[in-house]
């Protein structure tokens, strides 16, 4: 999965641009799988993207089967060739992560890159991170211990 | 394709707006951004026209590679003729703004012509509409974006407006976007404010598609982790450009109380570590790894809740220059400079310049509408006079005019007013010493838009590097020895023609040469043009394109406002006044006047320029320049 630290990202929105040339041979970030949304007076700034959700709602809905989920990866895939583009999906998402190519007029989702996404690549901060489902809570679970540990004065801080 | 990025001319007086393609040529001769800029105002803008006048245009250029994934590819300039300098006006910034106009279709806005009301300009996918504005009229920058996005309903449109001081026409009045970036200097947004243009807001959903995707993609890995390797990236990372204020200010490298000093009592107050307690993160312009905009929010006191991004060692230096002793009261006036839309370095010169007029009791409180502008006042003044600025009331009348109109209205009182307010051409010094680098005085000296730092600094001047790695980054004998002059001419033009480059690409100075000589510069800026664009130029082609975009940019000087050598000069005070403070290297350091004007000599004869700094005929041919309209007018 793509993990996001929200506290990290600074809104510099390279995700998005490499995310467009990745998938579009252009850069264009209405076309990105991964959207950043920015509060700039409060500053804020939060990655949004396909959570790839265990019963994904937009699996559910399309009728013609053309989203079904990888196994290996836990990637909820598109296959563009039974899509008819009737957007239900788009409608169903309860996270806005279901979006509509107006330029090629078909439905885009992330779909990893094929195992190495590219937002990952160059987010410099961190702020999204792809992990092993398995491992992921895990290091939320590390935080907190530091965290304690800092507190009871056995260490600085340093993850 | 990112090359079919259209030019558009606006014109307000006739409500006529018509689009025009980008040439192949126009490429080969400017290749985007602040030179195709350059060659658009020098067109459009009616010779010897008042600044303020229909006459004027307003041009707004994003670099050829702005918006796409090149590192930082954020920029965009906003230029047309200086109601500062009378010259040339051209001032850039980051954000997200120019990827924005990109996206929309378009890299040129020319802006002709006045409108009798107020107006903005909605630019979205490859259209332009003039919408009434009369509602934003009074509004400040922070406000405008929001009212503009409510009523077109789309949250993503970046908006570039004025403020209050725009609308009024001070003369350093600037352009903003969000809440940090500022095209700041040289008063494009008294020029908009002429024209009764309130803001630019734009929206695009357009391509821009790659030559080469999946290279450039490689490419662009390889080069942000060869920028994010850099010592110069982690620190500003977490400090900003701030990270060197500690240095220069321990070293004797700030100037404070307009230049009398280069020592501050009071200055622990100031420090990046006092800055702490009010920073709240770390953000980036588009495309940006190494992000180096703080955003701060003050939490207690009079100005509890307000929230910013920035600000900048730039403005540390100028707000900071004059007696402030805390971070509060350089956040305040950078706010409140913002929100009026003033460009903070330009303005703090000038109030520097006035209050040491004070001191010297060459004005009164009769002129300064009864303030008691002494130095030990600077916290309570900067939020003052910022707001009489903004609305020209008080002395802000008078600080509203910029250098050269203070120098004009207030000589009446003594002949010497020239001496103290410090400028190059009308536009105010920074508050850091370039008096004992003649490379740093030569750069502000002949610099085309007046006393600027971004115009040709060469920050390396400072690395004591050896001198073979300077031989070879420039192509001859130039000294280690920042206090010398040898070599210093070519260093200096090295740097000026190389920052040219960087503004037509569109990337930010702070990711280049500027900082580092292992930031990107030559090799890089052509192979990720090649792979982006498809355009192939060599290093040398590139360094013809900047030193083509500087001429012309000196011609429409002298076409405008008569610049020669003689405006080619440094405030008289870094000549006659030898630094008193300071590391033994640095103290007692000033510029003389006949080393200066030898190096002078060799500046424009590197350039090709005569003795008078204009260029000659042989050099217009070389640069195909004599294809441009004569710059020498019958006076």
Redesign the interface.
């Known amino acids: 999965m793509i993990l996001v630290d929200y506290t990290k990202c600074t809104g510099c929105r390279l995700c998005e641009t490499v995310c467009s040339v990745m998938n579009t041979g252009a850069c264009n970030p209405e076309r990105s799988r991964i959207k950043i949304i920015r509060w700039e007076w409060e500053g804020l700034q939060i990655p949004t993207l396909c959570l790839q959700c265990d019963e994904p709602a937009c699996v559910t809905v399309c009728p013609v089967k053309a989203l079904s989920r990888n196994s290996g990866s836990g990637c909820v895939k598109l296959n563009l060739s039974l899509c008819i583009g009737c957007k239900l999906c788009m409608q169903a998402c309860p996270f806005g992560a279901m979006s509509y190519d107006f330029i090629k007029k078909e439905m885009i989702k992330c779909e990893f890159c094929d195992g190495d996404p590219a937002c990952v690549k160059f987010c410099e901060t961190q702020a999204l991170q792809f992990v092993d489902v398995s491992n992921a809570s895990l290091r939320k679970k590390r935080s907190l211990g530091a965290q304690v540990l800092m507190a009871i004065g056995k260490s600085e801080g340093a993850l | 394709m990112?090359l079919k990025s259209k030019i558009a001319i606006i014109d307000l007086t006739k409500n006529e707006i018509r689009t025009e393609p980008i040439s192949e040529k126009m490429r080969r001769l400017y290749l985007g951004g602040r030179g195709i800029g350059a060659h658009l105002i020098y067109n459009h803008v009616e010779p010897r026209t008042d600044p303020l006048g229909p006459g004027n245009v307003l041009v707004i250029s994003a670099g050829i590679l702005t918006?796409?994934?090149a590192p930082a590819a954020s920029r965009v300039h906003f230029g047309g003729k200086s109601p500062v300098t009378n010259g040339f006006g051209s001032s850039n910034m980051g954000g997200?703004f120019g990827p924005e106009l990109k996206?929309a279709g378009f890299e040129h806005l020319v802006i002709k012509g006045a409108s009798p009301k107020p107006v903005y300009l909605w630019v979205h996918d490859g259209e332009i509409e003039i919408r009434d504005a009369s509602h934003l009229w009074g509004k400040d920058t922070?406000e405008t974006p929001q009212i503009i996005r409510d009523e077109l309903e789309d949250e993503e449109i970046k908006v570039a407006c004025i403020g209050l001081a725009g609308e009024n026409q001070v003369r350093l009045a600037n352009f903003r976007t969000?809440?940090k970036d500022s095209a700041g200097r040289t008063g494009t947004g008294c020029i908009a404010g002429s024209k009764k243009l309130k803001a630019i807001a734009v929206r695009?959903?357009?391509?821009?598609?790659?030559a080469h995707?999946k290279e450039?993609?490689q490419y662009?890995?390889k080069v942000?982790d060869q920028i994010?390797s850099t010592k110069v990236a982690k620190a500003m990372s977490v400090d900003g450009t701030s990270f060197i204020w500690n240095v220069t200010n321990t070293s004797g490298l700030l100037e404070f109380y307009n230049g009398q000093v280069n020592k501050l009592e009071n200055w622990r107050g100031l420090t990046i570590e006092a800055f702490e307690k009010y920073k709240?993160?770390?953000?980036?312009?588009?495309?940006?790894?190494v992000?180096c905009?703080h955003?701060f929010?003050i939490n207690d006191g009079a100005w509890a809740g307000t929230?910013g991004?920035g600000p900048e060692y730039n403005t540390q230096t100028a707000l900071g220059s004059f007696g402030a002793d805390n971070w509060e009261t350089l956040l305040v006036g950078w706010h409140l400079a913002n929100k009026y839309g003033i460009d903070t370095t330009g303005w703090s010169n000038d109030v520097r310049g006035v209050m040491e007029l004070y001191q010297r009791g060459i004005i009164d409180k009769e002129v300064t509408g009864g303030l008691d502008l002494s130095w030990d006042n600077a916290n309570q003044l900067i939020p003052i006079l910022l707001e009489q600025t903004a609305k020209k009331e008080g002395l802000g009348a008078i600080l509203a005019e910029g250098s050269l109109g203070i120098i004009r209205e207030l000589s009446k009182y003594s002949k010497d007013v020239e001496y103290y307010i410090l400028h190059v051409k009308g536009l105010g010094k920074l508050g850091n010493v370039d008096r004992v680098q003649p490379s740093f005085a030569l750069g502000i000296a002949t610099s085309t838009r007046g006393a600027d730092h971004l115009r040709s600094r060469p920050a390396l001047d400072h690395y004591h590097l050896p001198e073979d790695v300077l031989k070879k980054l420039y192509g001859g004998y130039v000294s280690s020895d920042f206090r010398s002059y040898e070599g210093k001419a070519r260093m200096v033009r090295w740097h000026e023609l190389t920052y040219a480059v960087v503004d037509c690409i569109g990337t930010c100075k702070f990711q280049t040469v500027f900082f580092s000589p292992n930031l990107p510069a030559y090799k890089e800026w052509v192979n990720y043009l090649k792979y982006i664009t498809g355009l192939e130029f060599t290093e040398e082609e590139l360094f013809n394109i900047g030193e083509r975009v500087y001429t012309l940019e000196r011609m429409f000087n002298y076409r405008e406002a008569g610049y020669t050598r003689k405006d080619d000069r440094i405030p008289e005070r870094c000549i006659r006044e030898p630094l008193k403070y300071g590391l033994p290297a640095i103290k007692g350091g000033h510029i003389d006047r006949k080393k200066f004007n030898k190096m002078l000599d060799e500046y424009y004869e590197l350039h090709g320029w005569d003795k008078e700094g204009l260029p000659l005929p042989e050099t217009l041919k070389r640069l195909e320049l004599d294809e441009e309209p004569p710059y020498k007018l019958e006076r």
């Open positions: 990112t918006g796409t994934m997200y996206f922070f969000g809440p695009g959903h357009q391509d821009l598609k790659l995707p450039a993609l662009a890995k942000v994010m709240t993160g770390m953000a980036g312009c588009f495309n940006c790894t992000h905009r955003q929010r929230f991004e």
